[in-house]
């Protein structure tokens, strides 16, 4: 159901772009989706292991790769390869593994990791992959990332010192941020939509290369993650590469980029949750076969 929605906010964005005058409000929304995984964060230092290191260096490797790789051909679709496949693991992951009675603790580190890691060297990397003409410096995206990513870790743990009652409260609407994202999504893909509609009518071939980039990105990385974790992590690691934090991506593709580049991450919303979809259906027969 959930996949479905996701699939709706994306077919209104394309054919009603009219909340592209509201992709402002993408870094507020994905500000409130943060704050709500930052409620209950534990690490258990004892699950940390060097798996969680070669996660990081593959996330970080496979982005210099897929641009590198596409860069002689296409720039625009190598920035949009790269801002898709750079986005560290999803707030969701760790629920994802706990569904599958997996050790939610191995993912919840790599969220852990992968986000403030690449928060931290995006400013450093971003100026030069986009490589354009807007003069955008080390400095103009410091302190944006800061802001959108320390603001609602601190209010979380503020919550937490003041109100245990509210802090719990907070907890049980966890599950409605999913629609934080659909609406993230629907401005993203308005935004892009309206930027296609009028700057690209004689270039709609370069949307189809970004969705097929992008399902190739999201099988790349869901695999890797599978050898990585071994057979003691597979599904873990698996998770933790493949399962991106799109919200924050879009955000910076809407920001910091060419509008067009925002359509990687909202592909990789739809095949990573299709994916995601058919893993839980398989591993539920697989727990009760007699059904």
């Not at 990081?56 to 897929?66: E, M, P, R, T, Y």
């Not at 191995?106 to 003069?135: A, C, E, Q, W």
């Not at 320390?150 to 009652?165: G, Q």
Request: hydrophobic residues 55%; aromatic residues 14%; proline residues 4%.
């Amino acid at each position: 159901m959930k996949n479905l929605l996701l699939l709706v906010s994306i077919t209104i964005g394309i054919f009603f772009p009219y909340g592209h005058k509201f992709t402002f409000l993408i870094r507020y929304f994905l500000m409130a989706l943060l704050f709500f995984s930052f409620l209950d964060i534990k690490i258990d230092k004892t699950i940390i292991s060097v798996k969680h290191f070669i996660i990081l260096v593959s996330l970080i490797g496979a982005s210099f790769l897929s641009y590198l790789a596409i860069y002689p051909f296409d720039k625009l679709l190598a920035q949009t390869a790269f801002i898709t496949a750079i986005a560290p693991t999803a707030i969701a992951a760790p629920v994802i593994i706990s569904l599958k009675k997996g050790k939610v603790e191995f993912t919840l580190f790599s969220l852990v990791l992968t986000n403030i890691v690449i928060t931290i060297i995006l400013p450093f990397i971003l100026p030069l992959i986009i490589n354009s003409g807007n003069d955008i410096t080390f400095n103009d995206i410091l302190l944006p990332v800061l802001v959108t990513f320390s603001t609602p870790l601190i209010l979380a743990r503020l919550v937490k010192a003041i109100s245990v009652s509210l802090w719990k409260k907070l907890i049980d609407l966890k599950d409605g941020s999913f629609y934080i994202l659909v609406v993230n999504v629907y401005l993203a893909t308005s935004g892009a939509s309206y930027y296609i509609r009028n700057n690209l009518t004689s270039e709609l071939s370069l949307v189809y290369e970004i969705g097929i980039v992008t399902a190739l990105i999201c099988a790349f990385l869901f695999t890797l993650g599978w050898f990585i974790g071994g057979k003691e992590y597979a599904s873990e690691a698996s998770q933790a590469l493949g399962q991106k934090n799109n919200s924050y991506t879009i955000w910076l593709a809407i920001t910091f980029m060419n509008p067009v580049s925002v359509l990687g991450p909202v592909f990789y919303v739809l095949f990573q949750n299709t994916y995601i979809s058919l893993n839980l259906y398989y591993h539920s027969r697989k727990q009760s076969p007699s059904d």
